[in-house]
């Protein structure tokens, strides 16, 4: 019987979906895969399903051997004859499952037959691509940030920022990281500025070494070369904190 709990399964999450979708799809196939989540997305297992009598073997995965399935519903779905086939699978696997186990996306306003209208559903085309990344690793209980979806995304490209060359992706994390001025500890302090750190007052120092800002800008979080107020160490290391663009109303920075 399934139970739907995280390790009892093979995959965390099955895509099911049309091949007229597959741009879409793959996407978030291989962003999740870089993120570390299983997914059953057909090309990653070409190999495994050569061969196969691919009716029953998709039949038992679809209804036995992942957590989640993730359907994306459209037009092409209901007309082809493999995703109906899934979702049919996938409901007998949600009829023994003691909690939701399709979890469907809307690629188009199309009516899907089994599939009831007080289902909760998400729509693609309002979250985009990491949108329904966010979701689904909620749904699965995980907590990765921005930073982290941009990084699976990554092109390859790099750019220079600050006078130091950096991944594409970095030079928005600098300029983010600059509305987020203050920690939030059990008092309100002003976040350390790079150079302006104890022990480098007196230093001349170019941009930081590990996340690029220049002196005088605040550091991206989670940089190595930041230094908690509270508990004057590094910042990576301790539990101090929690970030805010402003400081409360009633709090006077001297």
């Known amino acids: 019987m399934a139970t739907n709990k995280q390790g009892e399964h093979d995959y965390e999450v099955a895509l099911s979906f049309a091949g007229q979708d597959r741009v879409r799809v793959e996407r978030i196939a291989h962003i999740l895969r870089s993120l570390g989540v299983s997914v059953f997305y057909d090309r990653f297992e070409q190999p495994q399903l050569w061969g196969k009598d691919l009716y029953q073997h998709l039949a038992d995965i679809y209804q036995n051997k992942a957590r989640y399935v993730v359907v994306f519903l459209s037009k ?8 109906r086939h899934e979702l049919k699978n996938a409901q007998a696997g949600a009829f023994r499952a003691d909690e939701e186990y399709i979890l469907p996306i809307r690629l188009d306003k199309t009516a899907v037959p089994g599939l009831p209208e007080t289902v909760g559903y998400l729509e693609f085309n309002k979250l985009g691509v ?125």
């Open 76 to 83: 092409s779905y209901v007309k082809k004859a493999w995703p």
């Open 130 to 254: 990491d949108g329904i990344v966010h979701n689904v690793l909620r749904k699965l209980g995980r907590h990765i940030d921005e930073t982290d979806i941009e990084r699976a995304e990554w092109d390859g490209t790099w750019t220079n920022y600050n006078g130091s060359d950096m991944v594409s992706y970095w030079p928005p994390q600098i300029e983010k990281a600059q509305q987020e001025s203050f920690y939030q500890v059990s008092a309100v302090l002003e976040r350390i500025p790079w150079g302006k750190e104890p022990h480098n007052k007196r230093k001349k120092l170019g941009a930081c070494s590990d996340c690029g800002v220049l002196p005088g800008q605040y550091h991206v979080p989670s940089c190595d070369q930041e230094w908690c107020p509270a508990c004057n160490f590094q910042a990576l290391g301790c539990d101090c904190r929690k970030f805010a663009r402003s400081p409360p109303p009633e709090l006077e920075l001297e």
